[in-house]
């Protein structure tokens, strides 16, 4: 197991209070615009679409995109609360594979990391 070190875990943590809000912001954005709530959404529903039907292809694609974003940043939201979670039981910044410390640059770059920079690698991308 790595050697403890002290961590300023309440910059973390309201680094990843900030993250999960925006998070929850976009989230709630993309699926207003992928169910039409939003304003915009509404306006160009309420349009006239071209003869040749390109406008709603062009739709249920975007539509598609913005439900692979959805999932993505799900993913992220779930990421964030379980470092959150981490932080209050005293496991954050530990690597979840071989224990040692998960680098200060990497929690910096990515807070809700769950692995080393070298395990990482190992794992591939």
Known sequence: MGRKRKLDTKKY?????????????E????????????????????EDFD??????????VERSQNL???DNLR???????E???KITE????VCEICAKNIPKKR????PYATMCTDCRARMGR
Do not use: C, F, P, W
Not at 51 to 60: C, I, L, M, S
């Open 68 to 70: 692979a974003i959805i």
């Open 27 to 46: 989230l709630k954005a993309l699926a207003d615009q992928t169910t039409g709530r939003d304003r915009l959404s509404k306006q160009v529903a309420t």
């Open 75 to 81: 993913d992220m939201l779930e990421n964030v609360n």
């Open 83 to 85: 470092a959150l979670l």
């Open 51 to 60: 003869e040749a039907g390109g406008d709603a292809a062009t739709d249920a």
């Open 13 to 25: 943590k309201k680094l990843l209070q900030t993250q999960h809000q925006e998070l929850q912001q």
């Open 107 to 110: 929690l910096e770059a990515l």
């Open 90 to 93: 005293g496991t954050y910044g």
